[in-house]
């Protein structure tokens, strides 16, 4: 075991120290279990020594009383170490997926952008459920099993050491031949899985862009590939009955051959030692049953690798940074009620994880006045979203400085940066929740909605009519991401939730461009509402939404190249004027 291993491993006992007392019982009833399994050949000695001699022994009626005892006491004990067990498995793996979803709330979004959103959800969800049954089952093998062995060799030894010595040589052979077989058939096991969430993958494609794959009449094309992957899968499938189904006969096939050395064995020695039916029944009986726990021990290593493998990944992930440590927002600034003065001081910014790419932003300079209404345009990838990308330090500028209310932005403590804006984009998040809950996103507790603000947002967003048509009102579920509700229903929704929030700061990414008409209209005269007061920085490519702007600012590759109201940038005739010709021409 490397040093990675061991730390990964020691990390795993130190979430195992506040459950000692449970633990502690579990191993116990796991010793109870060892000794009743011990005890059962030691039960059938005396019953066929002396139980079959066409005398009646009053004594050893008690025997099967006993076998029936210990199977009681061996069932209950198992249970009781399993239960203990799962109850200290399902603690530490609550305490785990709690840190785990922590750190993904407070993570940085460069750490979203290297990690795919099925590759989280499998860490916390899957891979850390696998750990912890992982390391359960291994501590039953190393105590309950270990303890087995032992009992049951030393009785076998106490019975009869050179037939010991005989099962003590054929036992490496079947653990080799095991161990090989095994190797094959995880190997192929391993090639299951991944064909099958390949297989996975593919329905789950088909299945989110049915759309796409009617309009195209793409069923064929779908059909082969399904099929292609279920065919691998179905080749694998055998190749894995095959290798496992060889497993018990070649075992069944080396114990026999063992059994038949120990009953040769057995028959000279009764001849010349006296070895007496009983007790050659007996340590046949403990033969067979210390071989299921040998097993058991010799295949430790794979789960324990695998295991090891998965946490080693969860503990990444529970290692990552938060945005701010608590000790650096300590000495950060409070911020209760922002004005809305922004101004940005030669600001840039690079996305240093790629490669031979051009700074985002370079050089900018702007003020924006408490109120006013900037909207930014300009071709796509001029820069327009990395600039208000960086306002909720979403991403911290690589050069430069952004300042709120004359206070430098990362003077200021982040949950008070972001409690000044309110974020309204094209592409509408929703939660799988009441239309209330939504608007009132980040109340803690359905105690925390103030449903008369809801309605009054709610009303503001020109959204009370489809309210009163709903059964439940407010109390509606929206569905997955909203999908009961149409486009323009979703958008004032979002637009709802920021007019609820009140923040000083608004932010709108495009909130119209994916609308028709009266869609549009709807949420356009929601924005105004919401726009009024605050200071507003609107992201456009339909330049008929902000010519009534207080500024326009014109980006290209990351530059202010423009900057005025819609009436000077007309007669300035630049790249504004340019752009604005031809989205009319089009119209």
Known sequence: ????????????????????????????????????????PALMKPLLDRGFTGQLNSKLWQVPVFLVGLALVRSLAQFLSNYLLTRVINAVLL?????????????????????????????????????????????????????????LMGYLIYLNWKLTLVVLFIFPVIAF????????????????????????????ESAAGYKIVKVHGAHEYEMNRFMQKAERLRQFALK???????????????????????????????????????????????MMLVISPLKHLADINQPLQRGLTAAEMIFGL????????????????????????IRFENVGFSYQQEQGRKDA???????????????????????????????PRFFRPTSGHIYLDDHPLEDIVLADVRKQMAFVSQDVILFNDTIAANVAYG?????????????EALEAANLSAMIRELPDGIDSLVGDNGNRLSGGQRQRLAIARAIYKNAPILILDEATSA????SERQVQDALERLMAGRTTLVIAHRLSTIEHADRIVVLEHGHIVENGSHEELIKKDGLYANLHRIQFANA
């Open 95 to 151: 305490k785990l997926r709690e840190q785990m979803f922590q750190t993904l709330l407070h993570a940085s979004t460069t750490f979203f952008q290297k990690n795919s959103a099925s590759s989280l959800i499998n860490a916390v969800v899957f891979e850390v459920n696998n750990v912890l049954s992982i390391m359960g089952g291994m501590l039953i093998s190393l105590v309950r099993d270990s303890l087995t062995v032992v009992g």
């Open 443 to 455: 109340a803690t507790s359905e105690k925390g909605i103030d449903r008369g603000r809801v309605m």
């Open 515 to 518: 609308l028709d008409s009266e």
């Open 318 to 341: 529970m290692d990552q940074p938060f945005e701010e440590a608590e000790e650096y927002r300590l000495n950060m600034r409070p911020l209760d009620k922002a004005k809305g003065a």
């Open 361 to 391: 932003l370079s050089n900018i300079d702007l003020n924006i006045k408490p109120g006013e209404i900037v909207a930014f345009v300009g071709p796509s990838g001029g820069g327009k979203s990395t600039l208000v990308n960086l306002l």
């Open 177 to 204: 031949i095991m161990s090989k077989i095994n190797r094959r058939l995880r190997s192929l096991n391993r090639e299951q899985q991944n064909l099958t969430s390949e297989l996975a993958y593919i329905v789950e």
């Open 1 to 40: 075991m490397n040093a990675q291993d061991r730390t990964a491993l020691n990390r795993l006992i130190t979430y195992l120290k506040p459950h000692i007392g449970l633990i502690v019982g579990s191993l116990l009833a796991m010793a109870l279990v060892a000794a009743a399994e011990t005890s059962i």
């Open 240 to 286: 894995s009955a095959v290798a496992g189904g060889l497993n018990q006969p070649i075992t069944q096939l080396i114990a026999s051959m063992a059994l038949s050395i120990v009953l040769v064995i057995a028959l000279m020695q009764s001849a010349t030692e006296g070895t007496t039916v009983g007790g050659f029944a007996a340590f046949i009986t403990a």
